[in-house]
């Protein structure tokens, strides 16, 4: 079964720390995204990567760093300078380029600072 | 700059109504738009793609269409299910001049659809 996974489903983190969120897809899409959804609204992008070791920042890095060692591949870490993780984390794919492509998006991660 | 905006944010309907969700957006220049159906603690299901160039797409009871000059676009659901409770969101790929914002897609906030038996 093609599709994009997300693991784990719930993080609890405590403040001061990192944590990582897993995105992995077998879709062969060679780009990928991260976005953070908060209660009622819409979602917003944090890093996008087109290929391979290449990254750019979206709307709202400050505070997430993301890897990009493998196509299949696109982990975001939730470091201590983003002031409120608190949220829903969403990870999507896509082929590459801009323009007509569409994006297929993972289960989530739900990140609650304790 | 895009915005992207869905009215109403909450939609309640007995079962067997039909209805229409509605989506505007402030910048016609798009290379697409999408819907999107968000289950409760879930990710997102793309229901359908509307390219810049066509007018609407159809898939079983659901029919999307696109009025770029108008900024508009409607999802229409037809004999409505108590399955179709959900979290319905718009979303537009831009197609500005700046090449990074092309990589992105724009959402608005969301209906949330509540149909009862």
């Known amino acids: 079964d093609g599709g994009i996974t997300q693991s784990p489903k719930y993080l609890f983190r405590k403040e001061g720390q990192n944590v990582t969120l897993s995105c992995e897809q077998n879709l062969n899409h060679d780009a990928m995204y991260w976005y953070r959804q908060d209660p009622g609204q819409g979602l917003r992008l944090i890093y996008y990567?087109?290929?391979?070791?290449?990254?750019q920042k979206g709307d709202i890095a400050e505070g997430y760093s993301v890897s990009r060692e493998k196509k299949e591949s696109f982990p975001l870490t939730v470091t201590s300078a983003q002031k409120n993780p608190t949220a829903f984390y969403l990870c999507a794919s896509s082929t590459p380029g801009q323009g007509y492509n569409e994006q297929f998006f993972g289960p989530g991660t739900r990140l609650t600072v304790l | 700059k895009q915005e992207v905006t869905q009215i109403p944010a909450a939609l309640s309907v007995p079962e067997g109504e039909n209805l229409v969700l509605n989506c505007s957006f402030t910048d016609s220049a798009i290379y697409n738009l999408q819907w999107f159906r968000q289950d409760p603690g879930k990710g997102l299901t793309s229901l359908l793609l509307?390219?810049?160039?066509?007018r609407e797409q159809t898939s079983g009871r659901l029919n999307a269409s696109l009025d770029k000059s108008s900024g508009r676009s409607t999802l229409y659901i037809a004999a409505s299910q108590p399955g179709d409770s959900a979290t319905y969101l718009c979303?537009?790929?831009?197609?500005?001049?700046?090449?990074?914002?092309?990589?992105?897609?724009?959402f608005g906030s969301g209906t949330r659809l509540l149909v009862r038996p």
């Open positions: 979303a537009v790929k831009p197609a500005g001049v700046v090449m990074d914002s092309s990589y992105k897609l724009i």
């Open positions: 990567s087109q290929i391979v070791n290449d990254f």
């Open positions: 509307i390219q810049s160039s066509q």
